[in-house]
């Protein structure tokens, strides 16, 4: 099943997502491309109506006892830094904002020259001096700065204060949830001449002031028939690979659905014509077969 995604409208984002990836949009800027999504601020679409819909109505597309879809899977284009921001955990944002905590992991497509990543920090910190550093406008001095290339792979944590940096056009797979305390937005304004909301306090109660360690894990390339495969990361949320193909794949996972985002090159999914930009479900217990000369994204939880 194709999906047809929502697009944002942020002031940082750019065009790369119109020009490479076959993203439309009434704005001039997409911003994110929102893929998978039952989220209320931004539902996906299948070309038979709701994607959200189709799984209440289908439950065991999910999992075998049902369920709910358990991520939020977007394409961002940051032709801007992002701001300095953080995301709760599930207790906290379920008790303050209703909503789900944020665990994601960042597959990076394109990085310009020098582009990067802000994640953690660099050392043990307070929270009376970081608070002190976003009042003086030099946050981003406390963070770890890690320069990036095509193909790496980062799971940020709830908890872990971050930014995407300017350059970076990025899959991110993220629990079902759009939460995010900004806390520092490099003293920008909006359309409307003014500064975006910060959200200071929430972010210093849920923000994990140790320095940065990296839990991504993920393996070496296994062989397989027609390409190779990688596993990126994995946590209680959601497991994500890489599929390198030059022929054909295919996987019958009994126990998870299966969300396929080809992000370089074309081919078939399930018989069905994909390229770049095009992104599927396949219902649990069903197989996917995917052939051609492409890299797609596949994310399960297992």
Known sequence: MKLIPVTKN???????????YGKTSKDDIIAES???????????????????????????????????????????DALDNLSVQVHPDNEYALKVENDNGKTETWYILE??????????????????????????GTATDYLNFIPVKKGDCFLIKAGTVHAIGKGCLILEIQQNSNTTYRVYD?????ADGKKRQLHVDKAMDVINFSAFKDVTGGSD???IE?????????CEYFTVKELILNGE???????????????EGNGLVNGESAKKGDSFFIDRNK????SGNLIAVLTTKE
Do not use: M
């Open 34 to 76: 929102w893929e998978f999504s039952v989220h209320a601020d931004g539902e996906s679409q299948t070309e038979k109506g709701s994607f959200k819909e189709y799984l209440q109505k289908n439950p065991t597309a999910l999992f075998e006892n049902g369920g709910e879809f358990p991520v939020l899977i977007k394409y961002i």
């Open 249 to 263: 794949y295919k996987d019958l996972n009994k126990n998870s659905f299966i969300a396929v985002c080809v992000v």
């Open 226 to 234: 027609g390409g190779k495969i990688r596993l990126l990361t994995s």
């Open 10 to 20: 942020y002031l940082w984002g750019g065009n790369k997502l119109r020009e490479f």
């Open 111 to 136: 990085a310009e020259q020098g582009a990067g990543i802000y994640c953690g920090f660099k050392k043990d910190t307070d929270k009376a001096e970081f608070l002190k550093s976003v009042e003086l």
């Open 221 to 223: 390339y296994q062989q």
């Open 186 to 190: 490099f003293n920008r304004v909006g």
């Open 287 to 290: 197989q996917l077969a995917i």
